[in-house]
C-alpha cells in the first residue's frame, strides 16, 4: 500500500483565496481524520470521519473551513476564503475499527502558506 | 482521556539506549499508552502501545510500571534518525471516539554523534 496519500504538498495563496485540499486513504481504513500543526499550537484535530461520516468536527477553527468525504477513498479540507492564520501543515490520517483504531497511519502533510 | 506529562527535551549520545519517560498517573483501567514520534517535516508514526505488560517491536520497547501511572519508551540504540519528537498518548481502545488523538508537546529527543 502506498500509505495516505495527501495533495498537495505545499501551497502557496493569498488571501481570500479558496484553499483546496486532498487525501487518499488507505484502502479498507474505516476511519479519516484531519489534523493541523502549528508551532504555537501544535497538533490539533480538526475533524474525523467513519465510514465516510462526519463524527466529530468541533476542532474545525470557523465556518470558513469545511470537509466532505464522498467516498471511502477520498476526502477534502477547505478554507474559504483564506486567511494568514490559517497558514500551518495539514495532516490527514487513518486507521481501521478494531484492535488497531488507535494506530494512526499520517501522511506527509500539506504546507500551507497564506500570503 | 488521562493526561500525559513529559519532559520538554533530552539528549542521547549515538548508539547508547534513549530512554524516555511519560506520566499518566489517571490513567483508567481500560486505557492503553500509545508512544507516536515526529521527524522534522514529516507526518507522525506510529511506534508502539501497550496497556500493562512490558511490549517490545521492532522499533522500541515500553515499559509500564505495575500501577500504569507512568511508562517509559526505549530506543536501545540511538541513532541520529532518531532525532524527532516523542509522543506520549493515553486513550481507551473502545467506548467511542476511536483514533481521535489528543497530541500533546512531547518530548524533543536529540541524539548526538
Known amino acids: 500500500d502506498a500509505g495516505v496519500i495527501q495533495s498537495p504538498r505545499h501551497e502557496v495563496t493569498e488571501m481570500g483565496q479558496e484553499v483546496t485540499l486532498r487525501c487518499k486513504p488507505i484502502s479498507g481504513h474505516d476511519y479519516l481524520f484531519w489534523y493541523r500543526q502549528t508551532m504555537m499550537r501544535g497538533l490539533e484535530l480538526l475533524i474525523y470521519?467513519?465510514?465516510?461520516?462526519?463524527?466529530?468536527d468541533s476542532g474545525m477553527p470557523e465556518d470558513r473551513f469545511s470537509a466532505k468525504m464522498p467516498n471511502a477513498s477520498f476526502s477534502t479540507l477547505k478554507i474559504q476564503p483564506s486567511e494568514p492564520r490559517d497558514s500551518a501543515v495539514y495532516f490527514c490520517a487513518s486507521t481501521r475499527q478494531g484492535s488497531g483504531a488507535n494506530v494512526l497511519t499520517f501522511g506527509a502533510g500539506s504546507r500551507l502558506t497564506v500570503l | 482521556d488521562a493526561k500525559t506529562t513529559q519532559p520538554p527535551s533530552m539528549d542521547c549520545a549515538e548508539g547508547r539506549a534513549a530512554n524516555l519517560p511519560c506520566n499518566h498517573s489517571t490513567i483508567s483501567g481500560n486505557e492503553y499508552v500509545y508512544w507516536y514520534r515526529q521527524i522534522h517535516s514529516q507526518g507522525p508514526q506510529y511506534i508502539i502501545h501497550?496497556?500493562?505488560n512490558n511490549e517490545t517491536n521492532e522499533m522500541a520497547s515500553l515499559i509500564i510500571t505495575e500501577d500504569r501511572k507512568s511508562s517509559t519508551l526505549i530506543l536501545p540504540h540511538a541513532t541520529l534518525r532518531d532525532t524527532a519528537v516523542y509522543y506520549c498518548i493515553v486513550r481507551a481502545l473502545y467506548g467511542g471516539s476511536q483514533g481521535n488523538l489528543i497530541f500533546g508537546k512531547g518530548t524533543k529527543l536529540s541524539v548526538k554523534p
Open positions: 501497550g496497556l500493562k
Open positions: 470521519f467513519n465510514n465516510n461520516v462526519p463524527i466529530d
